[in-house]
């Protein structure tokens, strides 16, 4: 679920929230459909300074887990949509993928097309994945750019 408020509205965004997912829950229940209120997690995005009072948004008598980093169709968030938790990520597992390709060529006779279509499984589809991230900080993008060219 999504809300919008300015920061000096954040009571009325957290019971907004609150009655938001309440309704979920009970559409859930009606189609008999099971939700955990123990695996909702709760992020607000600002940039501004948020207390962690102001984070705490509650259900049912139950605090919802506040997730700084919630992972949305495999793509990580933040909460200033920096996304610098998500191209790390990307750079770790590109970087990983890359190391194997290398050990593969060193081990194996394959020939430069074989390995070209190791290299586009393994590491070009996880440096373009969620490359919509146009708002990339140049820094970041030749990062990735880097570790997904074949070295």
Same mark, same amino acid.
């Given at each position: 679920m999504w809300q919008s408020r300015k920061p000096e509205?954040?009571?009325e965004l957290k019971e907004e929230m609150a009655q938001d997912i309440g309704k979920a829950i009970e559409w859930t229940r009606k189609w008999r459909?099971?939700?955990?209120?123990?695996k909702t997690e709760v992020c607000m995005f600002t940039k501004k300074k948020?207390? *962690?009072e102001d984070k705490t948004i509650?259900?049912?008598?139950?605090?919802?887990?506040?997730?700084?980093n919630p992972k949305l169709l495999g793509v990580i968030l933040?909460? *200033?949509?920096?996304?610098?938790?998500?191209?790390?990520t990307l750079e770790k597992r590109a970087?990983?993928?890359l190391t194997i390709l290398r050990e593969v060529r060193q081990i194996s006779k394959m020939n430069t *097309?074989?390995?070209l279509q190791l290299y586009f499984c393994l590491?070009?589809?996880?440096v373009e994945y969620s490359c919509q991230l146009g708002c990339l900080k140049q820094k970041d993008s030749k990062n990735l750019d880097r570790t997904g060219s074949a070295h």
């Open positions: 509205e954040i009571d459909v099971n939700i955990s209120i123990e948020i207390s *962690k509650e259900l049912n008598g139950k605090e919802l887990n506040y997730n700084p933040d909460e *200033k949509m920096t996304f610098g938790k998500h191209l790390e970087s990983r993928n *097309k074989k390995l590491i070009r589809s996880v």
